[in-house]
């Protein structure tokens, strides 16, 4: 089970600070991502994170200004979002799959955290 929380409304060039908890049975390799979907668009991946050894991965879109973390002792991983563009409202969304590697294709991601809404003004 996946609970994600953080989000909200924020003035472009402010931040905001997403985060993820897993409960319940987990596998002992995996990687947890975080997705967002906009209106009336496809659900499109943001930044991934191997468990095992804290490697990321990030869309070109979020570089630079993007951070995932991971804080193994309470399974959670937080999305530092920096910098934000109106263009980065969305419902944001964290998932994980087995397997080391970090996939964008949200098919291949087995659990689905509730979704949180972000939502930049410009």
Known sequence: QLQASGGGLVQAGGS???SCAASGRT?????????RQAPGKE????????WSDGR????????????????NAKNTVSLQMNSLK????AV???AVK???TVNIT???????GQGTQVTVSS
């Open 27 to 35: 596998f002992s390799i995996y990687v947890m991502s975080w997705f």
């Open 86 to 89: 109106s263009e980065d409202t």
């Open 106 to 112: 949200p098919r291949t991601y087995s659990a689905w």
């Open 92 to 94: 944001y969304y964290c």
């Open 16 to 18: 905001l600070r997403l």
């Open 43 to 50: 659900r499109e991946f943001v930044a991934g994170i191997r």
């Open 56 to 71: 990321t991965d990030y869309a070109d879109s979020v570089k630079g200004r993007f951070t995932n973390s991971r804080d």
């Open 98 to 100: 087995p397997g080391a």
